[in-house]
């Protein structure tokens, strides 16, 4: 006991990153193991394997005709699979599950209040829980997307090997896993705040959803108030515009990167001070 | 260092509905009970002291920290809430551990932190079995173990006896005792008054969200000058003492028992009547086996102040 409290009072001298770095630690124990073992992770798992899974078994079944010539279209055939499954649903609707939950989980399920009872401070508890989301969906989807990368040059055999050996394919692996990381970053923070401030977050989660699926049909303007247009322009492979779509210069890459941890660090700030004025009031919801 | 809880001025609505109105204390350490029926605000009250709730208006300070410093206010108070509810998937030995973790104390000050905890509410066989699979009481006894596992020096107990079974109950009053005489300051809420009345220091009666009165509890019973004492009294020839009361100024009633061996007085002034009733007993040679007072119990001040409105025994 005396040793703990020497431990923090020398730290309270500035602030004591120590103590909020250990009480982080101890959030992230208790939230990733809720994450991955919880009922609720079983169809966040159905999202993360299931584009595995049909890559996989596309790739160890018998070799097809024709298979060869189309060694050119792989990378395209998978920035459609990266763009449209894993931005638009995979990863979107799994931060949906994983980030609302972590608050208004716990307010169903009666038990926000044992963390509101220990000396965390709110911020903390905000930081805390986002990174544990944050690792579970980031941990979860960086597997999928380099399995599923992996699996889609299988069939080609010492071409495809070549593709990662001399070729770009570990370069866009990178850089598929870096838009993923980011991906989750900034989904995670704005449904954690969502699952703060909104009874019922699947309604504004589903105004999102809308909003970033029209995002081609948007003026280069609009375009930019979103997740998606700084994530697709950090892919590596373009895909081709369909006919209806309004088009706009893909932001510079240092732009993407920086836009989308900013957006980050603000959401992240607002949860931050909406919690400090929640209450614990169970039976209002 | 302040050492009282300070309701300053304090309400508390729930959109137009009224949780606790314009209240003013200044708790003072030892053990205190709050004592009101269903929707009184005693809930509401523990919650604003523990920042669980933010007051409509007033505030709060618990040995003079704001409530909205959980950072600070943690480390010296521990709550036992009415939720009946926890983190899934954990034991008893896991959640304890988890928590101290967040106190900022290492893994081995936080394993011997939960071992004490749960050594003290009598759940050292039970550890490390899942919450979900605990019975009633031994829910309730770790929600008494979360409240203490942190040494805190403010303890506040919301219906803490619910769902145990007597000899728990028993041990737990006398937990409460021992932390009371290591200078924790209790706050506790009861149903059950004969047991608030058995460790309290003091109570807090409450009722539709207005403090009623508050005070130690003779202190309380003294003010109420409108209902008149009872004392009952065992002794031989009670019809002698009988007679004599109604010489009294204040003397309103006497009700002889039924074995002729005792009487219940009812009277504005009992220090007259003891003193008169000294003069009686020795004029008389009357043998007292029993005098005591009969309506200065948390049961009676709550039955005059509030009536008999809820489910409280």
């Known amino acids: 006991m005396a040793m703990a409290d020497n431990r923090v009072s020398r730290e309270i001298a500035g602030f004591p990153w120590g103590l909020w770095l250990r009480q982080i630690a101890a959030i992230i124990r208790l939230e990733v193991r809720k994450n991955f073992l919880g009922r609720r992770a079983l169809w966040i798992y159905l999202l993360v394997l299931a584009p595995v899974f049909l890559i996989g078994a596309k790739a160890f079944m018998p070799s097809h005709e024709g298979e060869w010539s189309q060694f050119g279209k792989a990378g395209i055939v998978y920035a459609g699979i990266f763009q449209f499954y894993y931005l638009r649903m995979g990863i979107f609707f799994a931060c949906v599950g994983i980030f609302t939950y972590l608050f208004r989980g716990e307010v169903l399920e009666k038990s926000l209040h044992f963390y509101f009872l220990t000396p965390v401070r709110r911020e903390i508890l905000v930081v805390g829980k986002y990174l544990s989301g944050w690792l579970t969906a980031a941990t979860l989807f960086t597997i999928s997307v380099g399995l599923s990368f992996v699996f889609m040059y299988v069939p080609y055999g010492s071409m495809g090997g070549d593709y990662f050996a001399k070729g770009p394919g570990i370069g866009q692996l990178l850089a598929y896993t870096g838009v993923t990381l980011l991906a989750c970053l900034g989904y995670g923070s704005v449904f954690l705040l969502m699952g703060l401030i909104f009874r019922n977050p699947v309604i504004p989660a589903m105004s999102v959803l809308g909003w970033e699926s029209i995002n081609f049909l948007l003026p280069p303007f609009l375009k930019k108030v979103s997740v998606i247009y700084y994530l697709q322009s950090l892919c590596p492979v373009t895909l081709p515009s369909g006919p209806f779509a309004i088009l706009a210069d893909p932001s510079p890459a240092w732009i993407a990167v920086l836009g989308l941890l900013g957006l980050t660090l603000a959401v992240i700030g607002v949860a931050g001070l909406s919690i400090r004025r929640m209450e614990i009031s169970y039976g209002a919801d | ?313």
């Open chain 2, 1 to 313: 260092m302040e050492s009282n809880i300070v309701f300053d001025n304090v309400s508390k609505f729930y959109g137009e509905v009224l949780g606790v109105n314009r209240v003013n204390l200044s708790i003072a350490p030892g053990i205190t009970s709050l004592v009101g029926p269903n929707g009184s605000g005693k809930t509401t009250m523990m919650n604003l002291m523990t920042g669980l709730l933010r007051p409509s208006q007033g505030r709060i300070l618990v040995l003079g920290i704001h409530t909205e410093r959980p950072d600070k206010l943690f480390k010296k108070v521990g709550y036992c809430t009415q939720y009946d509810s926890f983190p899934k998937g954990l034991t008893g030995r896991q959640l304890l551990h988890s928590l101290l973790c967040l106190h900022g104390r290492t893994q081995g000050e936080s394993a011997q932190g939960a071992k004490k905890a749960l050594e003290k509410v009598g759940l050292t066989d039970a550890a490390d079995r899942r919450i979900a699979a605990y019975s009633k009481g031994m829910r309730q006894r770790i929600k008494l173990a979360q409240a203490i596992c942190h040494e805190p020096q403010v303890l506040i107990l919301d219906e803490p006896l619910n769902g145990l079974d007597p000899l728990a109950r028993s041990e737990m009053l006398a937990l409460f005792r021992e932390l009371a005489a290591g200078g924790v300051h209790i706050i506790i809420s009861s149903h059950i008054l004969y047991e608030v009345d058995l460790i309290s220091d003091r109570v807090i009666l409450l009722n539709r969200g207005f403090v009623v009165a508050e005070g130690n509890i003779q202190e309380v019973r003294d003010e109420m000058k409108e209902h008149p004492r009872q004392i009952f009294i065992r002794c031989t020839k009670p019809n002698v003492l009988a007679a004599r009361v109604f010489e009294l100024e204040q003397g309103v009633e006497v009700k002889l028992h039924e074995d002729r061996r005792g009487l219940l007085v009812r009277t504005r002034t009992p220090d007259q009547f003891f003193l008169m009733m000294n003069q009686v007993v020795l004029d008389n040679d009357l043998e007292v086996e029993f005098v005591a007072p009969s309506d200065d119990d948390v049961h009676s001040v709550y039955e005059y102040l509030i009536g008999s409105e809820s489910e409280i025994l």
